[in-house]
């Protein structure tokens, strides 16, 4: 195996890792936005995606008969990371959570184009194909959320001012 392909199978495990995270993130946010349904459903559906995009990885890895172990580094720094986005924000957890999201989409598009790159580089061209399908998916997870960040960010500020009117009577 050439240092390229070593490459690639890390950069394959990183992105495994990349999903776990993604899921974990889904999963608290699907679990704390009830009041808007349509985000709610959206992240659920993304959810699935996610774990999907997990499996297609595992084969990638295991079809180029790299292992997928050693991704707690990865993980940890992709947490962290996370962590440092909410905690730029203040306001309430959907909007935080929008913030993280819209992000991390992109962040996922930006690793989905490196490995589609990576994997032409060395003639893997299922792999290549996989990392396409799945990048196009976060493309449109990130698309979903430019249109409906402004909806979802007035909904939380008349939410916000009639908890405030509330308050005052
Ligand atoms: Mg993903
Ligand atoms: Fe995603």
């Known amino acids: 195996m050439t240092d390229m392909n ?3 199978n890390q ?3 990183d992105a495994h890792a990349m999903e776990e995270q993604a899921e974990q993130m889904l999963k608290t946010q699907a679990s704390r936005i009830e009041s808007y349904p349509e985000l709610a459903s ?3 559906q993304h959810l699935e995606e996610t774990r ?3 499996e ?5 890895i ?8 050693s991704m707690k580094d990865m993980a940890a720094r992709m947490s962290a990371m996370m962590q440092g986005m909410g905690a730029m924000m203040s306001g309430d957890e959907v909007m935080k959570g929008l913030l993280t999201s819209y992000a991390f989409e992109h962040f996922e598009v930006a690793s989905y184009r490196i490995l589609i790159s990576a994997a032409e580089a060395v003639g893997d061209a299922e792999t290549a194909r996989v990392c396409e399908a799945i990048c ?5 997870m990130a698309s979903w959320l430019a249109d409906h960040i402004p909806g979802v960010t ?7 001012s009639a908890d405030l009117d509330e308050a005052k009577r």
């Open 6 to 8: 070593e490459t690639l």
């Open 62 to 69: 295991e079809r180029r008969g790299a292992s997928s172990s």
């Open 136 to 140: 196009r998916e976060e493309e449109a």
């Open 42 to 44: 959206r992240i659920r």
């Open 52 to 54: 999907s995009q997990r």
């Open 11 to 13: 950069w394959l495990r």
């Open 154 to 160: 007035q909904t939380y500020l008349s939410r916000e």
């Open 56 to 60: 297609r990885l595992e084969s990638c």
